[in-house]
């Protein structure tokens, strides 16, 4: 989004040009500063481009803040817009997928909760089923639900990188995880913690991140044997 805003970013007045006073403008200091690193061209010999923006003070115009390009002596007006787009936090940036499984290859998963398991699997025919603790058919829409729940998971928070105990987290033995299987790979295993108000701790257990997620996220994940099973009444 960011690269997407910078490249549509057009000027709605070219407020001077040549050597001016950049801190009448707010642009020294700039208000933000962006530095773009290209990719060569086929040209031998040559340097690749670095282009850059600086952003400033609200321009007159209202909705606007003056800009200006590091490479060039012109100063411009541009939809403030920009600037919500630009003011990112290394948060903001982080990819926050709490874990990285294949969803579409998965063939099989376990849910471990108060002692109990329930484990679906996909039959020869591609079908899911319930296979423990009974043998039921499973509804497709909600292993979906499930899949797709865990598969799109996002922090809220970054707890910690490299904790020394899992414990304050209720991580260490975890009362509730879930585990996916695919064919000729390591189970992805997702391990559920304590709450925070209306967040909760996970962590995937091959990985060092503790993570906050919303509560209500993991909600498919709860449906129990009454939620997973098949739910049509009438097999034609």
């Given at each position: 989004?960011?690269?997407?805003?910078?490249?549509?970013?057009?000027?709605?007045?070219?407020?001077?040009?040549?050597?001016?006073?950049?801190?009448?403008?707010?642009?020294?200091?700039?208000?933000?500063?962006?530095?773009?690193?290209?990719?060569?061209?086929?040209?031998?010999?040559?340097?690749?481009?670095?282009?850059?923006?600086?952003?400033?003070?609200?321009?007159?115009?209202?909705?606007?803040?003056?800009?200006?390009?590091?490479?060039?002596?012109?100063?411009?007006?541009?939809?403030?817009?920009?600037?919500?787009?630009?003011?990112?936090?290394?948060?903001?940036?982080?990819?926050?997928?709490?874990?990285?499984?294949?969803?579409?290859?998965?063939?099989?998963?376990?849910?471990?909760?108060?002692?109990?398991?329930?484990?679906?699997?996909?039959?020869?025919?591609?079908?899911?089923?319930?296979?423990?603790?009974?043998?039921?058919?499973?509804?497709?829409?909600?292993?979906?639900?499930?899949?797709?729940?865990?598969?799109?998971?996002?922090?809220?928070?970054?707890?910690?990188?490299?904790?020394?105990?899992?414990?304050?987290?209720?991580?260490?033995?975890?009362?509730?995880?879930?585990?996916?299987?695919?064919?000729?790979?390591?189970?992805?295993v997702l391990l559920v913690g304590n709450t925070k108000g209306d967040n909760v701790y996970v962590k995937?257990?091959?990985?060092?991140?503790?993570?906050?997620?919303?509560?209500?996220?993991?909600?498919?994940?709860?449906?129990?044997?009454?939620?997973?099973?098949?739910?049509?009444?009438?097999?034609?």
């Amino acid at each position: 989004s960011i690269l997407s805003a910078l490249n549509a970013l057009t000027v709605t007045t070219f407020e001077a040009d040549g050597q001016v006073d950049l801190a009448q403008y707010g642009l020294e200091p700039a208000r933000i500063r962006v530095s773009l690193q290209l990719a060569g061209d086929n040209r031998e010999g040559e340097a690749p481009a670095e282009p850059g923006l600086l952003i400033g003070a609200e321009a007159k115009a209202t909705g606007q803040v003056y800009a200006k390009r590091i490479d060039l002596n012109s100063i411009y007006s541009v939809d403030k817009a920009i600037v919500a787009q630009l003011n990112k936090t290394v948060f903001d940036l982080r990819d926050k997928r709490v874990m990285d499984f294949q969803r579409t290859e998965t063939s099989r998963f376990e849910i471990q909760a108060g002692g109990r398991k329930i484990v679906c699997e996909k039959n020869i025919d591609g079908q899911w089923e319930i296979k423990e603790p009974v043998r039921l058919k499973a509804d497709p829409a909600a292993v979906d639900d499930l899949l797709f729940s865990v598969d799109s998971l996002k922090a809220v928070e970054f707890v910690s990188e490299h904790s020394k105990s899992l414990q304050p987290y209720g991580l260490d033995a975890p009362s509730f995880q879930v585990s996916f299987m695919r064919p000729a790979s390591e189970p992805a295993v997702l391990l559920v913690g304590n709450t925070k108000g209306d967040n909760v701790y996970v962590k995937a257990k091959n990985a060092e991140t503790v993570f906050l997620v919303k509560k209500e996220s993991l909600n498919p994940l709860r449906v129990g044997v009454d939620g997973l099973r098949d739910k049509q009444v009438l097999d034609f």
